[in-house]
């Protein structure tokens, strides 16, 4: 059955489409301009690191032949705690740079 085109007294919002080829374009450049800034972002980086000044290394602060070897892990989850206690004591008093803040 054909029915009378023209106004369906639609009192709502109006609304509009979008191509699929224009949503395609726009998909597009935005996945250009993602791109444009990764590489910006990822140039700055390589900029930045290679103008920072290296920290000078430095000698262990311990002898740790005087400390010995740190703790070894049976595996066992009741022993986890203590055992993860004093591999960071071990680490801290080894070199300062890995202790924890």
């Known amino acids: 059955m054909v029915q009378k085109t023209g106004s369906l ?3 709502g919002e109006t609304f509009s489409f979008v191509l699929m080829e224009d949503q395609m374009m726009q998909m597009r450049a ?13 140039t700055a980086l390589v900029e930045a690191r290679a103008t920072a000044t290296p920290t000078p290394k ?3 602060l311990v002898d740790t032949r005087s400390i010995g070897k740190a703790p070894n892990f049976s595996g066992d989850h ?5 055992w993860s206690f004093q591999l960071t004591a071990y680490m801290g ?5 890995t202790s924890l803040r």
């Open 93 to 97: 008093s080894a070199n300062a740079r």
């Open 30 to 42: 935005a996945m250009e301009n993602m791109q444009t800034r990764l590489v910006q972002a990822e």
């Open 58 to 60: 430095t000698a262990s």
């Open 9 to 11: 007294d639609y009192d």
């Open 78 to 82: 009741k022993e986890w705690h203590d």
